[in-house]
């Protein structure tokens, strides 16, 4: 059976709110001019905020999942940001480490604060309250809290006309019933397969943020964060369309592969084979970019409404 690829990509793309490391300071760190800073990023939506905040000049490295904006991949790479080395981030005299929360290994950051370097650990968040969090403690750090607050103000408007979109296409089709029975059109994101079932993402995860704000139902809503979801549960669900990350669906025909899966070819999606990939950084990692990701879940569902209207 085909198996899309492994999970631990997607944990260096989950959003992050800030929790500082034993011995740092966001005020102290924030007196240091900026000038004299040499960052570590580790973490792609950690890498992504600072290039939004125009202060990318003063990164010297990244972990290797640290690839938007394209300029981000051509920096140097230190590896996969669990497994980072305390002598190839010395190397590049950094002066601050940003990094995302599974940013390792767990003796790093210890090793690294007492080698002199600033470091910054960022805990898991997986929605929008969490990434203006994120946005303006970055900001704060770079001195760069205005462009923080600007950049804040600006996804919420993006996220609240959106939203207003898909409110609006829920309530011009609220007497029609959709296929599998449901009032709302009902989504599943997978991250990988196995015989049992399904990897999928549930409550507490930047996929179900993207459908709430969609007006989309996560068919794995009953449980959290990544499970595996039985192959009946998937089936009684009857999911409308599937979601997967871009990078899970490399291998051709991957995405054709998964509608037969026994966990799906039963279902609406399967039938149909309405299967979609997303970009894999924007859909499973809180960056600013939420607003392009959460245009892609309206604009590939609105073709259910649509076929009810014809």
């Known amino acids: ?14 959003s992050v709110q800030p929790s500082a490391y034993a011995g740092t300071s966001l005020e102290s760190d924030t007196l240091q001019s900026s000038e004299k800073m040499r960052i570590i990023a580790s973490g792609g939506s950690i890498t992504e905020i600072i290039y939004a905040l125009d202060k990318q000049q003063f990164i010297v490295a ?23 080395s305390t002598e190839g981030i010395l190397g590049f005299q950094p002066t601050h480490l940003l990094g995302a929360q599974a940013t390792g290994p767990e003796s790093l950051p210890g090793q690294l604060t007492a080698a ?30 205005e462009k923080a607050l600007a950049l804040n103000q600006q996804i919420t408007q993006q996220v609240a006309q959106l939203k207003a979109k898909a409110s609006k296409r829920h309530l011009a089709n609220d007497s029609r019933t959709l296929a599998g029975g449901h009032d709302k059109i009902t989504a599943l994101f997978v991250m990988s397969d196995s015989d049992r ?8 995860t930047v996929p179900q943020a993207l459908f709430d704000d969609a007006g989309v139902i996560n068919a794995a809503h009953a ?19 599937i979601f997967v990350a871009s990078h899970r669906a490399r291998e051709a025909n991957a995405l054709q592969r998964l509608c037969q899966h026994p966990a799906l070819k039963a279902t609406n999606a399967g039938r149909n084979c309405a299967i979609s990939a997303m970009e894999s950084s924007s859909a499973l990692g809180l960056s600013p970019r939420y607003p392009q990701a959460l245009q892609t879940v309206i604009a590939r569902t609105a073709m259910f409404y649509a076929d009810q209207s014809q």
């Not at 059976?1 to 989950?14: G, T, W």
């Not at 990244?62 to 300029?71: G, H």
């Not at 002199?116 to 994120?134: S, T």
């Open 197 to 204: 079932g399904l990897t999928v993402a549930g409550g507490n």
């Open 223 to 241: 449980l959290t964060d990544y499970k595996v979801m039985d192959n009946e549960s998937i089936l009684a669900a009857n999911p409308n369309i």
């Open 1 to 14: 059976m085909y198996k899309f690829v492994s999970l631990a990509f997607f944990l260096a793309l989950i």
């Open 62 to 84: 990244t972990d290797s999942t640290s690839l938007f904006p394209a300029a981000a991949a051509s920096l140097p790479k230190l590896g996969y940001f669990r497994q980072l």
């Open 116 to 145: 002199g370097i600033q470091v910054q650990i960022f805990d898991e968040q997986r929605d929008v309250a969490g990434l203006h969090q994120l946005i303006s403690e970055i900001g704060q750090l770079l001195n760069a809290s």
